[in-house]
């Protein structure tokens, strides 16, 4: 009887999850969506209360998106050192620059950032701020969660290993985490992992919440709601962290061979940060502090969401606020060098621009971005123009860091679209070309 009734409640739970996906998913990504804004009174009215259910869907991301630890759990990430000055802004007048929209309207860019659901967004020139601008309530001091774009950093981070001597990128992953053998991931190698092209037979899914992506992964990194799925215990949840599903549910897609395809998958970046750990011998989030956090100069301390073992999500936990953001965007333009420092080696930033056919094909041939301006995915980065070192980390929901060397230019913005995913989103697609628009006259 017990069964039965986890079973009706499961499935009903389904069917309303998946009736709210369509409802949210149908309508244009250009709709405003009109309800209750989030977290209105003390206590909340019931209908404006952010819960681990609903903390991604708009607008009850507007809050917790700058306030992550809340539905979450974290670990934090402390700044260190004097902080490096960003003074500024200088040019704020950039904001009433006009851009043609997608519709062949004018907008403002100030206009056209806060119509398309940013939070926030920050332009760089060199080492000056040029530009800085909040909407909705969003503030200088106030963190926000990355997604993924911290895999970029999750890459960045595992370029110190490599740089050490300690990885080989042509090895397997087994080969440095037992744990491994026997799942989807002893078959390809590290470099594999880094570009997405690891053909394992689990898909990457934000609509479709009778998947294993929404039944299984996202309840094991503690970022997607299920029921009763917080209350697993060691002793009788064989997956209870990410790295329990990496090694038992990983399986190999074999019609597929390694390094044929991009299939973005966040199971890829948990493995990296899995490699670092493993391979440093450091907790993730004290590796991070150490080596990029500490050394840029950061305002504020950052934090990373961990999973149900509390382990550090590297595919999409670093939370930070946006003018720290900005500052690991410079220290990557610059080829890894942030005030008088080499943070990252060299060489292993640069590589991120080393497009081969092969990678180009890749993405050519991925249903998803054929309407997209990427033409490569490398090192965990979306690669724009290799040959002017335009490029991005990315995170769902409209996450960017921007970075332009030939016109040495950063931007970064924060936002809390209604819909998750980059790949066709209007939304996500306005901002980058305006950016892209107004780097190139900076």
Known sequence: MAVQNLSSLLASWLLSA???????FSASALDPIVTQEPMQGVPPARESQVTMQNYREYPMNKWAFRNAGAPLNIVMIPRAGTIFPLPGPSKPALGQRLFTTAQGQQQSFDDLFESNYADGVVVMKGNRLVYEKYFHGFHADA?????????????????????QGKVDLNASPADYIPELKGSGFERVTIQHVLDHATAIDFKETYTDFTSDFALKYAPAMNMGYLPGARDAQPSNTKILGVHDF???????????????NFDYNSTNADLLGWLIARISGQPVEEFLQKNIWAKLGAEHDAYIAVDRAFM?????????TLRDAARFGMMIRDHGRFNGQQVIPKKWVDASLEITPTLRANMAK????????????????????????EYCAVGIHGQIIYINRKADTVMTWFSSQPVAGAA???????????????????
């Open 312 to 320: 550090p999500v590297m595919t999409g936990g670093v939370n930070t």
């Open 424 to 442: 066709r989103n209007l939304n996500f697609r306005a901002k980058l070309q305006a950016a892209r628009e107004l780097a190139r006259t900076l």
């Open 246 to 260: 990496l090694a038992h549910y990983i399986k190999p897609d074999l019609s597929i061979e390694p390094g044929s």
């Open 18 to 24: 998946m009736l709210l996906a369509a409802l949210s």
């Open 143 to 163: 963190q926000h969660i990355w997604f993924s774009m911290s895999k970029s950093m999750a890459s960045s981070a595992f370029g110190l290993l490599v740089a």
């Open 366 to 389: 991925n249903p998803n971005y054929g309407e997209e301006p990427w033409t490569a995915y490398h090192n965990m980065w979306w690669i724009l123009d290799e040959t002017i070192g």
